[in-house]
């Protein structure tokens, strides 16, 4: 008899099982990649569940919330990374699809458990310099296992490959600005255009939301964190090679990135979302009025991060700006 030519397949923990993380998952399940790796566990905020047999069947697109919820367990993470960190097919992917802060702050463990770790969760590398640190310790070169976080900017982009990439071949960054929100691209394209416009902010923000763009609170888009915690991931990738950007510019990590907040001041005291919600369009006279002004000038409104290289300052900023001037600057890096 010949002897079997089957490849091992790599085991897959999948954690966060949203929008992000079924498509995730269903990509996993599907060729090319279900002929390279296992998905041996799935999770959501309350429960996992572990095939930790080889022999068990794979878990299904369509059912697997009915199996996490009949057979899964109370959510365990010490227990589950054990388990990956034993699989005898290992080492094993860790991929944490989540957006909470309990999970990265376990990254340098799970590193050091010889697990590789793959995210679009910014937290980890956006918060307190001394997570970030940690993570970079605990992974390669410095150690054996991988973290791999392409998607916490520029989503399927390869923006941090290309610019670590560019840095670490001898190019100098001068500057990286543009738009870094899909959220705030798509509120402020169709808010703020060249021919002008008399649509009403509170109704974009309405809109977006209805179609899923924002979060389930918008506030968490228009208080411009997002977009700073990009800027905190880019100016530590630049930070190796920029010594005008060193890792410590930013200590807290996006809470230090000067930050404009879309939030009106007449609405900062709503105490839920849908108080905000229901009171949003009290602050579209200020919004008005600088589209207005803009529009004069020749110009839009549109919420930018800017990394400046020569003068060492990270912001992100509501600002009046010229149609597309950012794509024809060649020195600068367009984040979209």
């Given at each position: 008899?010949?002897?079997?030519?089957?490849?091992?397949?790599?085991?897959?923990?999948?954690?966060?099982?949203?929008?992000?993380?079924?498509?995730?998952?269903?990509?996993?399940?599907?060729?090319?990649?279900?002929?390279?790796?296992?998905?041996?566990?799935?999770?959501?905020?309350?429960?996992?569940?572990?095939?930790?047999?080889?022999?068990?069947?794979?878990?299904?697109?369509?059912?697997?919330?009915?199996?996490?919820?009949?057979?899964?367990?109370?959510?365990?993470?010490?227990?589950?990374?054990?388990?990956?960190?034993?699989?005898?097919?290992?080492?094993?992917?860790?991929?944490?699809?989540?957006?909470?802060?309990?999970?990265?702050?376990?990254?340098?463990?799970?590193?050091?458990?010889?697990?590789?770790?793959?995210?679009?969760?910014?937290?980890?590398?956006?918060?307190?310099?001394?997570?970030?640190?940690?993570?970079?310790?605990?992974?390669?070169?410095?150690?054996?296992?991988?973290?791999?976080?392409?998607?916490?900017?520029?989503?399927?982009?390869?923006?941090?490959?290309?610019?670590?990439?560019?840095?670490?071949?001898?190019?100098?960054?001068?500057?990286?600005?543009?738009?870094?929100?899909?959220?705030?691209?798509?509120?402020?394209?169709?808010?703020?255009?060249?021919?002008?416009?008399?649509?009403?902010?509170?109704?974009?923000?309405?809109?977006?939301?209805?179609?899923?763009?924002?979060?389930?609170?918008?506030?968490?888009?228009?208080?411009?964190?997002?977009?700073?915690?990009?800027?905190?991931?880019?100016?530590?990738?630049?930070?190796?090679?920029?010594?005008?950007?060193?890792?410590?510019?930013?200590?807290?990590?996006?809470?230090?990135?000067?930050?404009?907040?879309?939030v009106p001041e007449v609405l900062q005291g709503c105490k839920t979302k849908e108080e905000y919600v229901e009171r949003l369009e009290e602050g579209d006279a200020e919004m008005s009025k600088l589209r207005e002004e803009a529009f004069k000038e020749g110009k839009v409104v549109r919420y930018?991060?800017?990394?400046?290289?020569?003068?060492?300052?990270?912001?992100?900023?509501?600002?009046?700006?010229?149609?597309?001037?950012?794509?024809?600057?060649?020195?600068?890096?367009?984040?979209?």
């Amino acid at each position: 008899m010949a002897p079997s030519t089957q490849t091992k397949k790599t085991p897959v923990a999948l954690v966060g099982l949203g929008g992000v993380g079924v498509a995730v998952m269903q990509q996993l399940l599907s060729p090319p990649l279900s002929a390279k790796f296992r998905l041996v566990m799935i999770a959501n905020s309350k429960k996992y569940l572990y095939h930790s047999k080889s022999s068990a069947p794979d878990f299904s697109p369509t059912t697997f919330l009915n199996e996490l919820n009949s057979q899964g367990q109370p959510i365990d993470l010490p227990a589950m990374i054990g388990a990956l960190a034993t699989h005898p097919d290992g080492p094993a992917i860790f991929i944490d699809s989540t957006a909470t802060d309990a999970i990265p702050a376990l990254y340098p463990t799970i590193l050091q458990m010889n697990i590789h770790v793959v995210t679009p969760n910014k937290k980890g590398f956006s918060g307190n310099l001394s997570l970030a640190q940690s993570i970079i310790n605990a992974s390669y070169p410095k150690q054996g296992s991988l973290v791999y976080g392409e998607s916490t900017v520029g989503a399927g982009l390869p923006i941090l490959s290309t610019l670590r990439d560019l840095l670490e071949t001898g190019d100098e960054i001068i500057k990286i600005e543009g738009v870094f929100s899909g959220t705030l691209s798509y509120i402020f394209n169709e808010f703020s255009k060249v021919e002008g416009g008399d649509v009403k902010f509170s109704e974009v923000v309405k809109i977006a939301k209805d179609k899923g763009y924002t979060e389930p609170d918008p506030r968490d888009d228009l208080s411009g964190a997002d977009v700073a915690r990009k800027l905190t991931i880019l100016t530590r990738l630049c930070s190796t090679q920029t010594p005008s950007l060193p890792y410590s510019l930013l200590p807290e990590g996006y809470a230090s990135v000067p930050t404009s907040s879309l939030v009106p001041e007449v609405l900062q005291g709503c105490k839920t979302k849908e108080e905000y919600v229901e009171r949003l369009e009290e602050g579209d006279a200020e919004m008005s009025k600088l589209r207005e002004e803009a529009f004069k000038e020749g110009k839009v409104v549109r919420y930018v991060g800017v990394i400046d290289a020569k003068t060492g300052k990270v912001e992100a900023k509501l600002e009046k700006s010229v149609p597309s001037v950012v794509a024809n600057t060649p020195s600068h890096l367009l984040i979209t």
